[in-house]
């Protein structure tokens, strides 16, 4: 099977820009999340989508958006790009929501993002 | 979800074994331990999870104490391959991993 595929890999926007990211999960599987990696802050968890449904959401601001189609492939959106944005965004999918003891993600390679 | 706490950075001679200690005391009945890593330049790859029982595949093994407030990841023989960050997560249900700060192999030729 072909991995979490993310496109595209890299980006250079400037301030007050927006940005759509891709990703495409692995084939069946149904659950997509999205992350946020910087220096600072480490990994965060941005949003997860289920069904083309939003069902778990970090913290962060309403600049950051997704949306989930039919086949599962998932966008995600962030509007007036700030310098902080500045991250490697990673995507991961997981066959299911998580039952008990949370489902296996798969990540893909990320988008790495530059605001200058 | 219940934090961990990570040694920051471990070294470790090749082909030896490793132990990547990880302590939750704050770990609830219901939280499965979870660990993935973080090679250069990719995303994070799960290594493996347990509840209460000692886990074993072909990646690793965890160790988990009998009160659960701690767990180890065992690498039986550390390779070049394996120098990566090593993330120790709690998970209760829900794909939403918290991530801490991890701890940075390093693996000495």
């Known amino acids: 099977k072909a991995g979490v595929t993310q496109t595209p890999r890299y980006l250079i926007k400037t301030r007050g820009q927006q940005v759509t990211l891709s990703c495409s999960p692995i084939?069946?599987?149904?659950?997509v999340s999205w992350y946020q990696q910087t220096p600072g802050q480490g990994l965060q968890f941005l949003f997860e989508?289920?069904?083309?449904?939003?069902?778990n959401k970090g913290n962060f601001p309403g600049r950051f958006s997704g949306r989930q189609f039919s086949n599962s492939r998932s966008e995600m959106n962030v509007s007036t790009l700030e310098l902080g944005d500045s991250a490697l965004y990673l995507c991961?999918?997981?066959?299911?929501?998580?039952?008990?003891?949370?489902?296996?993600?798969?990540f893909g390679p990320g988008t790495r993002l530059l605001v200058l | 979800d219940a934090k961990t706490t990570q040694p920051n950075s471990m070294e470790s001679n090749e082909e030896e074994p490793v132990h990547l200690p990880c302590n939750h005391s704050?770990?609830?009945?219901?939280?499965?331990i979870h660990w993935y890593r973080q090679l250069p330049s990719q995303g994070p790859e799960y290594v493996i999870h347990?509840?209460?029982s000692n886990v074993n595949n072909r990646m690793a093994s965890l160790a988990i104490a009998e009160d659960r407030k701690s767990s180890t990841l065992i690498l039986h023989r550390a390779t070049l391959r394996d120098a990566a960050v090593y993330y120790c997560?709690?998970?209760?249900?829900?794909?939403?991993?918290?991530f801490g700060t991890g701890t940075r192999l390093t693996v000495i030729p």
């Open positions: 704050t770990i609830s009945g219901t939280d499965y």
């Open positions: 989508y289920f069904s083309e449904t939003q069902r």
């Open positions: 347990g509840l209460t």
């Open positions: 997560i709690l998970k209760a249900g829900a794909n939403n991993l918290f």
């Open positions: 991961a999918s997981s066959a299911r929501l998580a039952g008990r003891s949370g489902e296996t993600q798969y």
């Open positions: 084939s069946g599987h149904r659950s």
